[in-house]
């Protein structure tokens, strides 16, 4: 399992865009939770809370409630905002991504320092392919 990390800012040797989403395994008990590094250079999570999905609203209805089909789209994730999370420590995230002109992809990793909270710096991680 994993945590996905949204970056807003600005990562080094990288010609992408920010507010890109990766991914880190950094978290005690990773589960698919969204982190953002802010602009301002904080680190966010979300507040979320699971709501059940009526059945009449889920992509198969009609199947019988005993089969895994049922159970597809039964639960909605609701965000209800998000805590600063005061890291103090390093936080490494990553991606790969692939050239869709044919040729080779590219790993991408970082190491964001923080501080009491604050963002301090973030390097890219070399040597990995």
Not at 51 to 71: G, Q
Not at 104 to 119: D, H, K, N, P, V
């Amino acid at each position: 399992m994993f945590d996905y990390v949204v970056c807003h800012a600005p990562l080094p040797d990288s010609t992408r865009p920010s507010g890109r989403t990766f991914q880190t395994k950094d978290f005690e008990y990773p589960s698919m939770d969204i982190y953002t590094i802010t602009a301002a250079g904080r680190l966010m999570v979300e507040d979320v809370h699971f709501d059940e999905v009526p059945k009449a609203e889920r992509p198969y209805p009609d199947a019988p409630d005993d089969s895994l089909l049922s159970l597809l789209g039964s639960m909605r994730r609701e965000v209800d905002g998000s805590h600063d999370v005061g890291l103090h420590g390093d936080l490494h995230f990553y991606e790969w991504h692939d050239n869709h002109d044919g040729g080779a992809g590219e790993w991408e990793e970082y190491r964001a320092r923080f501080t009491l909270g604050q963002l301090e710096s973030i390097e890219r991680v070399q040597g990995r392919q």
